[in-house]
């Protein structure tokens, strides 16, 4: 079965009704699309689960009443098992208006209720305001994410000693290259790696003890430092053996924006012992996570595998990827590494705003 797409079919959104009774459902729909919505159509609770799952509607509108499975099981299946759609509003329709209906529908997460014979008018505007409502709050996330990246470029040569200090309060080790690999600024998270870890050494510029890894880490950083001269952004990932017996550190080399003067590429060492001290309110307001979401990319940031996480968190690795899969597409992401080197980044932010 083939599904609308909303970004194509229709720019103001992707509505789905699940109705068992034909003819309203057919009046929904015909007035949905009368006013500009894609539309996707289910006759019971299994055929709306099956859209839901097919298709990501941009709302749900869904009878209480229904064959197979009702409008609370449609409900609690979305907001426990889908947090892609967390933020979707989910608007009940029902011909009973007790008040208990009411209140048992907003406690497992429904945004609104309308009741039938369907007011057409009320139904429009009910939908317009809640989308209207999504889309702001899709705005801000997006501007706190550019708002972030615009942080990590905007560091200065001349901001560095004011914000030396906020960059001292990071638990990853901040390095700041110029356009020739030359250190410009280290915080003292990294000076402490570098004392603890007789392989690492902070001069001029970055260097291990074996020649082959930094070899490999001086042309990780001319790419990034390439990349960033093309107005382009790019993120390499590489791992730093160390002489104790903890885990070897984490580097993460993310190209910053071209600039006459500061730095042209910044390097996060984590140190996947040390657990990296970023609020999950904070990273779950700066990328518009679910709270099991933040938690997971707070894990990857630590360096904990996949299987450790499931395990930690009473979950199935099947699981962990799904929501792997929905970082990705929040934070505009492709790869682990990059996720990791954000989230990482996102701890710097936060210590210069606090």
């Given at each position: 079965m083939s599904y609308p797409d909303p970004e194509k079919d229709s720019p103001?959104?992707?509505?789905?009704?699940a109705e068992d009774e034909e003819s309203l459902r057919t009046d929904i729909c015909d007035e949905l699309k009368e006013a500009g919505y894609a539309?996707?159509?289910?006759?019971?609770?299994?055929?709306?689960?099956?859209?839901?799952?097919?298709?990501?509607?941009?709302?749900?509108?869904?009878?209480?009443?229904?064959?197979?499975?009702?409008?609370?099981?449609?409900?609690?299946?979305?907001?426990?098992?889908?947090?892609d759609l967390a933020d979707t509003?989910?608007?009940f329709?029902?011909?009973?208006?007790?008040?208990?209906?009411?209140?048992?529908?907003?406690?497992?997460?429904?945004?609104?209720?309308?009741?039938?014979?369907i007011d057409f008018d009320l139904l429009l505007a009910t939908i317009e305001a809640r989308l209207r409502q999504v889309r702001r709050i899709k705005d801000k996330s997006e501007?706190?994410?550019?708002?972030?990246?615009?942080?990590?470029?905007?560091?200065?040569?001349?901001?560095?000693?004011?914000?030396?200090?906020?960059?001292?309060?990071?638990s990853p080790g901040i390095l700041l290259f110029d356009r020739n690999g030359q250190i410009l600024y280290a915080n003292r998270a990294a000076h402490t790696m570098a004392k603890n870890n007789e392989g690492l050494h902070l001069g001029d510029t970055l260097t291990t003890a074996l020649t082959s890894e930094t070899k490999q880490l001086r042309q990780a950083l001319f790419e990034v430092i390439d990349a960033g001269n093309m107005a382009s952004e790019k993120v390499r990932c590489l791992s730093l053996a160390r002489n104790d017996i903890g885990r070897p550190l984490l580097a993460f080399?993310?190209?910053?924006?071209?600039?006459?003067?500061?730095?042209?590429?910044?390097?996060?060492?984590?140190?996947?012992?040390?657990?990296?001290?970023?609020?999950?309110?904070v990273v779950a307001k700066l990328f518009g996570l679910t709270p099991t979401e933040s938690r997971i990319a707070l894990a990857l940031a630590e360096g904990q595998r996949t299987e450790k996480i499931a395990a930690d968190m009473n979950?199935?690795?099947?699981?962990?990827?799904?929501?792997?899969?929905?970082?990705?597409?929040?934070?505009?992401?492709n790869r682990q590494a990059d996720l990791i080197?954000?989230?990482?980044?996102a701890s710097m932010s936060f210590a210069l705003e606090g």
């Amino acid at each position: 079965m083939s599904y609308p797409d909303p970004e194509k079919d229709s720019p103001m959104g992707l509505i789905l009704c699940a109705e068992d009774e034909e003819s309203l459902r057919t009046d929904i729909c015909d007035e949905l699309k009368e006013a500009g919505y894609a539309v996707l159509e289910a006759a019971d609770g299994h055929q709306a689960l099956a859209q839901i799952t097919s298709a990501r509607p941009d709302l749900i509108l869904c009878d209480i009443n229904m064959p197979g499975r009702s409008g609370f099981d449609i409900l609690k299946v979305v907001r426990e098992q889908c947090p892609d759609l967390a933020d979707t509003p989910f608007v009940f329709l029902s011909a009973l208006s007790h008040p208990h209906e009411i209140v048992d529908g907003k406690r497992l997460g429904a945004d609104d209720y309308l009741v039938k014979p369907i007011d057409f008018d009320l139904l429009l505007a009910t939908i317009e305001a809640r989308l209207r409502q999504v889309r702001r709050i899709k705005d801000k996330s997006e501007r706190e994410i550019n708002d972030l990246r615009r942080a990590m470029k905007d560091i200065t040569t001349q901001a560095l000693t004011s914000a030396s200090r906020a960059l001292d309060l990071v638990s990853p080790g901040i390095l700041l290259f110029d356009r020739n690999g030359q250190i410009l600024y280290a915080n003292r998270a990294a000076h402490t790696m570098a004392k603890n870890n007789e392989g690492l050494h902070l001069g001029d510029t970055l260097t291990t003890a074996l020649t082959s890894e930094t070899k490999q880490l001086r042309q990780a950083l001319f790419e990034v430092i390439d990349a960033g001269n093309m107005a382009s952004e790019k993120v390499r990932c590489l791992s730093l053996a160390r002489n104790d017996i903890g885990r070897p550190l984490l580097a993460f080399i993310c190209s910053l924006e071209r600039t006459d003067y500061g730095p042209a590429a910044v390097l996060l060492l984590a140190d996947p012992d040390r657990r990296v001290r970023v609020p999950q309110k904070v990273v779950a307001k700066l990328f518009g996570l679910t709270p099991t979401e933040s938690r997971i990319a707070l894990a990857l940031a630590e360096g904990q595998r996949t299987e450790k996480i499931a395990a930690d968190m009473n979950i199935t690795a099947t699981t962990v990827a799904f929501h792997l899969r929905n970082l990705f597409q929040k934070t505009d992401t492709n790869r682990q590494a990059d996720l990791i080197a954000l989230i990482l980044a996102a701890s710097m932010s936060f210590a210069l705003e606090g």
